[in-house]
C-alpha cells in the first residue's frame, strides 16, 4: 500500500504527519518512507531519530521519476509505503500521486493554503483526465488554532471539489509536535496522552479504516 502527503504547497505540514505515520505503523507492519523533498526533511530526522538511539525507519531515494515508478508497481498489500512529497509540481509527484492508495492533503485556515488547494485541483484534474478516473485527494485540516470550532466555510471550500474528501481527523496547532521532531521522535513517542497524541490517534484510527488495515 502507498500512502502519500502531498500537496503542491510547502509548509502546510507534510513532513511532519508523513513522519508520525510513518513511526505509527512501522511498528505494526513493514513499512518504509519515500522522501522526495528537497530540504530532506525526513531523511534528517532519521538521523536524529538514530542519534536518539531509537529505531530508524527505511528510507529510500530514487534518482529518476523511471526508477520510482518501477518500484511502485511493485507495490503489495502487506507493506506499507509512505511518502513525503515536495511543495511543487515535478515528475516524481506525478507518480506518487497516480501510484498511492491513498493521498491526504494537509491544509490549515490560512488563506494562502486554501488558495494553494485550488492550484493543486488543477493538477488533479489534468492527471484524472489522463488516468481516464477521478483522482481524489483527503483533505486533512492541519495546523488549526485551537480556538477554532466552526469550520463551516472551510467545509464548503473543500466540498465544492469532486478531488476533495474532507477527513474527520483535525491536528491543531501543538508546541508538542516540533518538540518530538526536533527529536526525532513521533508525538507519542515524545509525549503520550497528550492532546497532540490523542489528535494523532484519531488519525491512525481513519487511515487504519480507509485502508483496512487491521
Given at each position: 500500500m502507498i500512502v502519500t502527503l502531498s500537496h503542491q504547497k510547502g509548509g502546510v505540514g507534510k513532513s511532519t504527519v508523513a513522519w508520525n505515520l510513518a513511526v505509527h505503523f512501522s511498528s505494526i507492519m513493514d513499512t518504509r518512507v519515500i522522501d522526495l523533498d528537497t530540504q530532506r526533511s525526513l531523511t534528517v530526522t532519521n538521523a536524529l531519530r538514530q542519534e536518539n538511539n531509537l529505531t530508524p525507519i527505511q528510507m529510500l531515494h530514487f534518482n529518476s521519476a523511471e526508477e520510482f515508478a518501477e518500484y511502485a508497481a511493485l507495490d503489495t498489500p502487506d507493506s506499507?509505503?509512505?511518502?513525503?512529497?515536495g511543495g511543487f509540481d515535478s515528475a516524481h509527484n506525478r507518480v506518487a500521486i497516480i501510484a498511492s492508495d491513498l493521498l491526504i492533503t494537509p491544509v490549515s485556515d490560512k488563506p494562502f493554503d486554501l488558495m494553494g488547494l485550488q492550484k493543486y485541483e488543477e493538477i488533479l484534474k489534468s492527471l484524472s483526465d489522463i488516468q481516464g478516473e477521478?483522482?481524489?485527494?483527503?483533505?486533512?485540516?492541519?495546523?488549526?488554532?485551537?480556538?477554532?470550532k466552526r469550520f463551516g466555510d472551510l467545509v464548503d471550500f473543500i466540498c465544492m471539489s469532486d478531488h476533495f474528501e474532507l477527513m474527520v481527523s483535525i491536528l491543531r496547532q501543538r508546541v508538542d509536535i516540533a518538540h518530538s521532531v526536533g527529536e526525532g521522535k513521533s508525538i507519542k513517542e515524545y509525549r503520550i496522552f497528550s492532546k497532540a497524541d490523542q489528535e494523532m490517534d484519531d488519525l491512525f484510527a481513519e487511515v487504519r479504516t480507509i485502508l483496512n488495515i487491521k
Open positions: 506499507l509505503t509512505i511518502i513525503d512529497s477521478v483522482i481524489k485527494t483527503h483533505v486533512l485540516f492541519n495546523d488549526i488554532n485551537p480556538a477554532m
